[in-house]
């Protein structure tokens, strides 16, 4: 039984440490994080941590998830891309603020199970795929907003960024992976195409890994 109390302390310190945005907060309280946690961790799901969910992968620290979430300056009218669905807690939280999601999962596992969580919280404008996070999802493409959930080594990768429409949003951590911070960048395209960086802090992400697990396909 998770207490109430922890999950009210949890959005409170997130209101003081900068998630100003009325509709982020709301979501996140809403959105049951217990569901997202593995069984060993459900005592922490509402302490303010990352926590690791299989596959050597992590559900993010709710402080970076409303920070991002925030910056991505998400609403009702956008199609937005998610890389890197995990837990699918990230994606929950997108889906309640935008008219639809798309997200991409290089572990097939662990979309199985986040999909069988959007079932259950009634989410039907979530679209999934299998598929290396490094080529977007063309297809889908243009989007008003992507969100990149896991770093790149050094650079925006141009793939996503020509799936970014004009005038829109990518946040992304960008950086080395090997126990040190990264930037989290937040992209500006322009109405001419043209990218303007901002950075917002630093973040520790798993890498942008390119191509798909061996048996993943």
Partial sequence: MIDETH????????????VADQRVLEVMERIPRELFVEDLYQDQSYANRALPIGCGQTISQPLVVGQMTQALQVDKRMKVLEIGTGSGYQA???????RRLYTIERHRPLLRVAEARFRQLGLHNIHTIIGDGNRGWP????FDRIMVTAAAASEIPQTLLDQLKPGGIMILPVGPTA???????RVLKDEDGQAHVERLFPVRFVPLVEGLPVGNG
């Fill in 139 to 142: 297809e889908q493409a243009p």
């Fill in 179 to 185: 126990g040190q911070d990264q930037d989290l960048l």
């Fill in 7 to 18: 999950k009210a302390q949890l959005i409170m310190e997130l209101r003081r440490q900068g």
């Fill in 92 to 98: 929950s939280i997108l889906a309640r603020l935008c």
